[in-house]
């Protein structure tokens, strides 16, 4: 199993970017996905969940209406849509397979 993460970067506040995940070495469309982070000093944190099928998305609190979780199961990539990006977002983006599997992670900073 690897999962590989891209995208991240250094982004203005109110700026957006977009993380992907690209899947390989297991049934991807099978299993759900989530996206997490983890801010220097704080606990990781998860963000965003998707269901196999695409039929359950769920977001934290935080960045509910600012970032969209979505997946293409023919190119077996889920991504990670942030928009009105906050200083309060910079961490490292990890994804994360519901089959117990973590990305080595992507960096995003948010500065002006």
């Known amino acids: 199993v690897q999962l590989v993460e891209s995208g991240g970067g250094l982004v203005q506040p109110g700026g957006s970017l977009r993380l992907s995940c690209a899947a390989s070495?297991?049934?991807?469309?099978?299993?759900?996905m989530k996206w997490y982070r983890q801010a220097p000093g704080k606990e990781r944190e998860l963000v965003a969940t998707i269901s196999s099928s695409s039929v359950i998305t769920n977001y934290a609190s935080s960045v509910k209406g600012r970032f969209t979780i979505s997946r293409d199961d023919a190119k077996n990539t889920v991504y990670l849509q942030m928009n009105s990006l906050k200083p309060e977002d910079t961490a490292v983006y990890y994804c994360y397979a519901n089959l117990g599997y973590w990305g080595q992670g992507t960096q995003v900073t948010v500065s002006a």
């Open positions: 070495g297991f049934t991807f469309s099978s299993y759900g």
